[in-house]
C-alpha cells in the first residue's frame, strides 16, 4: 500500500477518513503507519456507502476479498512523470503479501463461415462405429466376446439353410493370455466367393438382406465386420478367413484389415492352401478367426447360455463348442429336417410412409401408376389399382413422370382409405409347436410342456408371427422368478431384457389365474420357463446390437394372447394334479383300513376275506378312478375327455412328475391300477426306452429314440388321415 500512497494522495485530496472527519480542504490523516492487521475470522459488515481508495477507470477492490479475486490494471502514473505521454496499462509483480493484479486478456477471435467450412468433412460408417462401438454391443470385455460368437453363428446358419444344408458349426474360443482370445467359428455352409470376402467381412453395411422383404437372421450388414473392427482395434491382429466353394477347388485363406477412415478392407495376404480342405470334410464351407481383448465367464449372458438357447431354437443344427477351459460340449441335432425356405415378398402399401411413397415413384422402372401400384407392392391387383387411382382423382394411365407432390400426397391419402388385404405369410417360417417342444424337451428338465403358435399379423406394414412355450416343474427351482428365453428371427436375446416387448408381455398376464404367484408387476414365481419367439420380415430392435424387440402394441398383444394360451393347458394340468393327488391321498386311506375291515367281518359273519378284500379294493379303486389316469406316449390321458387329451402341443413327463403321481399308483399301494397290465410294446415311448428307464438325458441316444418315435407318429397320422379318405 506504500506504494500507492502518493498517487492516492495526488488524486483524492479530500478523501474523509474513516472514522474521524476532517475539515474541508485539510489534509487527510498520516496512513503511512497501518494498524497492524486483524486475526482472520467473519468480515464485519460494511456500513453505509462509504467510498472506496480507486484510481479513475480502474475496478474497485472490497474488503475482505481474496487476492484471487482482484483484478484489474495497475493505476497509470502521472502525465507528468510519463513526459506528457497517455497512461498505458501495465501488469506489476508485488512482493508476497501485497496485492496483485491479472493481466489483461486478449481479444476472442471468433470463427467466421469459410474456417468453419474448411475444418467440415464426411465421416465415415465404420469411423462412426469405432467410436461409438457400444450401438454394436462391443461396450464391455465380456459381452465382446458373446457379440463376436453370435455375430458368426447367425451368419453360418443363415448360409447353411441358404444353402440347402443341415448346420454343423464348429465354435473354438482358445484363451492367449488373461485377457486375450482367440475365437473361431467354421461351419459346413456353402463357402464364399473370393471377390466377396473382403467386402463381407471388412465393409460396415454391405450386404444382401436389407432391402429383401424375407425372413432372416442378418438384416443390417454390420455385424461379423464390426467384429472384426473390434479386435483390430484391441490387439492389432488382422482377421483371418478361410473359404472353400466346391470339393474340386482349393480353399482361399485371407488376412484382412479394415481401413475405418474409408470403410475399406486392406488386403494383407491372399493364397489358395489345398492343405486347408482337411477343415471342411464336406467340400464347401467357411471359416473365421478373430484374436480380440475380451472376458470369458461362464453363467448368464454368456456364450454358453446363448449357444444352449441357440440349439433350443435351431433344433436343426448340430453344435459342437470348445470352452477356453478346453472342454468339448455337444449340441447334437434334434431334427433332420430343414425350415421351410422363406418366400421373399415386395412391401405392403399400408406399411409405407409418404416420403417413401414419393422415392418409390421416382426409382420405379414402371412408366404409368396401375403397372406401379401391381409391381412395385403386394396384394394390390388390377381391381384394387382401379379403386386407388380414383380415390385419389388419377387414372391408371396417368404418367409418373408427371406426378408431382400433390399427387403422391392425394395418392397415399387413397392408399389409406382403401382396404387392402393383409401381406402374404409365406415370407415367414416359425420354428413350430413340435420343434419348439423338442428343443425346449433337449435342454429343460421339465415336467410339463405346452406351446401355442399364433397367426400370423401385421405391424406397420411388416408381417410378423409369435409363438410361445413353456416348460414346467420338474427340476425347476420352486422358489425362484421364472426364466423368461427371448428369440428373435431364431436368434437367442440375451441383454436389455426389461426393455423388450417380450419381457413387458410376460409381466402383464395374469399368471395367477393358472395357478402361480406373482408380484404386481413382476415375472411369476414357480418353476417356470417361459419361452417366446418372433418372426417377422423385419425385427423391430430397439438399437443396432439386436438386444431388445421394440414394443409395439401389435406385437405385445399377439405375444399375450400365445402366453394365456400355454397358460390355459398349464392350469389344466396343474388342476388334474392337484385332483389326482387328492384321489391317491383318500385311496391310500381306503387301503390302510380294507385289510382290517375284511377280517373283521370274516371273524363276525364267516364271510371270505379274499373276495371281501378284492371287493372292496375294487370299490375304493372306482371311486379314486382319476388316480388311475394313464398317459399315452405324449403324457396326455388315455380316454378322458378333456381338451388337453386331443391337444398335440403338450407334453408331460411321467418321470420327472410329484412321487404322488407314480403312474395311476397310490403311495403305499401295492395294487395294481386298472388298465396297466395292458402296456403296449416296450420302447413305443417319447420317454422310456425298451428297458423301461428314462431315455431323456443328455446324448445322442436319446435323441435318435425320440426322432424315431416322432416319424412312427407322423406315420400313424398319415395312415389315419388316408384310411379317413
Known amino acids: 500500500m506504500t506504494t500507492l500512497l502518493p498517487f492516492v494522495t495526488e ?52 474488503r475482505g476479498d481474496s487476492p484471487e479475486k482482484e483484478t484489474g490494471a495497475l493505476p497509470p502514473e502521472s502525465p507528468q512523470d510519463q513526459g506528457g505521454a497517455e497512461p498505458q496499462e501495465e501488469t506489476r509483480t508485488f512482493p508476497p503479501g501485497q496485492r496483485q493484479v491479472r493481466r489483461a486478456r486478449a481479444p476472442r477471435k471468433a470463427a467466421t463461415a469459410e474456417s468453419m467450412a474448411a475444418a467440415q468433412r464426411e465421416i465415415s460408417v465404420s469411423e462412426f462405429f469405432a467410436k461409438n462401438r457400444h450401438l454394436l454391443g462391443f461396450d464391455n470385455p465380456r459381452k465382446a466376446v458373446l457379440t463376436t460368437v453370435k455375430e458368426a453363428v447367425d451368419n453360418a446358419l443363415d448360409a447353411c439353410e441358404e444353402g440347402g444344408i443341415l448346420p454343423e458349426i464348429r465354435v473354438e474360443i482358445l484363451q492367449l493370455a488373461e485377457t486375450r482370445f482367440k475365437i473361431t467359428v467354421r461351419d459346413n455352409g456353402p463357402g464364399i466367393v473370393r471377390k466377396q470376402i473382403e467386402n463381407i467381412f471388412g465393409k460396415l453395411l454391405y450386404g444382401s438382406k436389407f432391402h429383401r422383404m424375407k425372413m432372416s437372421r442378418g438384416q443390417q450388414g454390420i455385424g461379423i465386420a464390426a467384429a472384426g473392427m473390434y479386435g483390430l482395434m484391441t490387439t492389432g491382429k488382422h482377421v483371418l478367413i478361410v473359404s472353400k466353394t466346391a470339393r474340386g477347388k482349393p480353399a482361399h485363406e485371407v488376412w484382412l484389415k479394415m481401413d475405418t477412415a474409408k470403410n475399406k478392407a486392406e488386403v494383407i495376404a491372399d493364397a489358395e492352401h489345398p492343405e486347408d480342405d482337411q477343415l471342411f470334410p464336406a467340400g464347401h464351407g467357411t471359416q473365421v478367426v478373430i484374436e480380440l481383448e475380451g472376458r470369458y465367464q461362464k453363467g448368464r449372458q454368456s456364450v454358453d447360455e446363448y449357444l444352449e438357447q441357440c440349439a433350443i431354437a435351431n433344433p436343426h443344427a448340430q ?11 455337444e449340441f447334437p441335432r434334434a431334427v433332420d429336417e430343414l425350415p421351410d425356405d422363406p418366400t421373399e415378398i415386395k412391401p405392403h402399401p399400408k406399411g409405407i410412409e409418404l416420403g417413401t411413397l414419393i422415392q418409390m415413384l421416382k426409382r420405379s422402372q414402371e412408366k404409368q401408376l396401375s403397372g406401379f401400384l401391381r409391381g412395385d407392392f403386394c396384394r394390390v391387383g388390377p381391381q384394387k389399382a382401379k379403386q386407388i387411382a380414383e380415390k385419389a382423382g388419377l387414372t391408371g394411365r396417368s404418367w409418373l413422370a408427371s406426378m408431382g407432390h400433390d399427387e403422391a400426397e392425394k395418392l397415399y391419402s387413397a392408399i389409406q ?14 420354428i ?49 422368478p421364472a426364466r423368461v428365453l427371448r428369440f428373435a428371427n431364431r436368434v437367442p436375446l440375451l441383454y436389455q431384457q426389461s426393455a423388450c416387448c417380450c419381457f413387458k408381455g410376460v409381466t402383464e398376464t395374469t399368471w395367477r389365474n393358472y395357478g402361480l404367484q406373482q408380484p404386481r408387476g413382476a415375472l411369476p414365481v414357480g418353476p417356470l420357463v417361459v419361452m417366446i419367439h418372433m418372426a417377422s420380415v423385419w425385427v423391430p430392435f430397439t438399437s443396432e446390437s439386436k438386444e431388445a424387440i421394440a414394443d409395439y402394441d ?25 385332483r389326482m393327488k387328492r384321489e391317491a391321498e383318500r385311496r391310500t386311506i381306503f387301503e390302510r383300513y380294507i385289510g382290517e375291515i375284511a377280517q373283521a367281518c370274516n371273524a363276525i359273519t364267516g364271510a371270505d376275506a379274499e373276495k371281501l378284500y378284492a371287493a372292496l379294493l375294487k370299490q375304493a379303486q372306482q371311486k379314486t378312478e382319476e388316480a388311475d389316469y394313464q398317459l399315452d406316449e405324449d403324457g396326455r390321458v388315455i380316454d378322458e375327455a378333456t381338451h388337453l387329451t386331443d391337444d398335440a402341443d403338450v407334453i408331460i ?45 443328455d446324448g445322442a441316444g436319446s435323441i435318435r429314440r425320440t426322432k424315431k418315435v416322432l416319424r412312427r407318429r407322423k406315420k400313424k397320422k398319415k395312415t389315419a388321415s388316408d384310411g379317413a379318405a
Open 653 to 697: 413327463v411321467e418321470e420327472r412328475q410329484p412321487a404322488y403321481i407314480d403312474n395311476g399308483r397310490a403311495p403305499g399301494s401295492d395294487a395294481t391300477p386298472a388298465g396297466a397290465a395292458e402296456k403296449g410294446p416296450a420302447g413305443d415311448s417319447l420317454f422310456e426306452d425298451a428297458s423301461g428307464e428314462n431315455a431323456v438325458t
Open 432 to 480: 413350430g409347436s413340435r420343434a419348439l417342444l423338442a428343443g425346449l424337451l433337449k435342454e429343460v428338465k421339465a415336467e410339463f410342456f405346452a406351446a401355442s403358435t399364433r397367426p400370423p399379423a401385421v405391424y406397420r406394414g411388416n408381417p410378423f408371427q409369435i409363438e410361445a412355450a413353456i416348460a414346467f416343474g420338474g427340476d425347476l427351482p420352486g422358489e425362484e
Open 11 to 62: 488524486v483524492m485530496p479530500s478523501q474523509p477518513s474513516r472514522k474521524k472527519k476532517t475539515a474541508r480542504g485539510a489534509a487527510p490523516a498520516s496512513i503511512t503507519n497501518p494498524k497492524p492487521p486483524k486475526a482472520p475470522g467473519k468480515p464485519r459488515p460494511r456500513k453505509g456507502n462509504q467510498p472506496q481508495i480507486t484510481a479513475p477507470g480502474q475496478p474497485q477492490v472490497r
Open 319 to 329: 453344435i459342437t463348442y470348445i470352452t477356453p477351459g478346453n472342454e468339448t460340449i
Open 554 to 578: 401389435e406385437i405385445r398383444k399377439e405375444i399375450k394372447l400365445a402366453l394365456q394360451e400355454c397358460g390355459r393347458k398349464l392350469g389344466a394340468y396343474m388342476n388334474r394334479r392337484k
Open 417 to 430: 382409405e382403401i382396404r387392402i388385404p393383409p401381406p402374404p405369410t409365406d415370407c415367414l417360417v416359425p
